[in-house]
């Protein structure tokens, strides 16, 4: 177990399915954007990961860990996640239907 494990008391991930010769696209654009998650209290790190590929997309998924469910809820509401969610449609073209969220509070 991680030395911080008493810390993580919820994970977040949003799953993509990014059609196929996006990927590195796709990456880049997480790579360089600008998520102001620095700002926010409660959070503790974030991960993109990538998946299998399928024949027709490649599996992705954001991972966050927070302090509590508390906090990731207040960083929706925030200027922060407005910042950070700006223009998100703009790129619906290489994604495989919409993202799928997925909360999860650390059993400990």
């Known amino acids: 177990m991680c030395e911080h494990s008493y810390f993580i008391m919820y994970i977040v991930m949003n799953r993509f ?18 998520s102001y998650l620095d700002e926010v209290e409660g959070f503790l790190s974030f991960n993109l990961i990538r998946g299998k590929s399928l024949s027709d997309h490649t599996l992705y998924a954001s991972h966050s860990t927070w302090r509590s469910e508390e906090d990731f809820i207040s960083w929706t509401k925030s200027e922060s996640f407005r910042k950070a969610h700006k223009g998100a449609g703009t790129n619906k073209d290489f994604y495989l239907g919409n993202p799928q969220f997925e909360g999860f509070n650390v059993v400990q």
Do not use: A, V, Y
Request: aromatic share 12%; net charge neutral.
């Open 17 to 34: 399915k990014i059609i196929k010769g996006n990927e590195d696209t796709f990456e880049n654009l997480w790579k360089n954007r600008e």
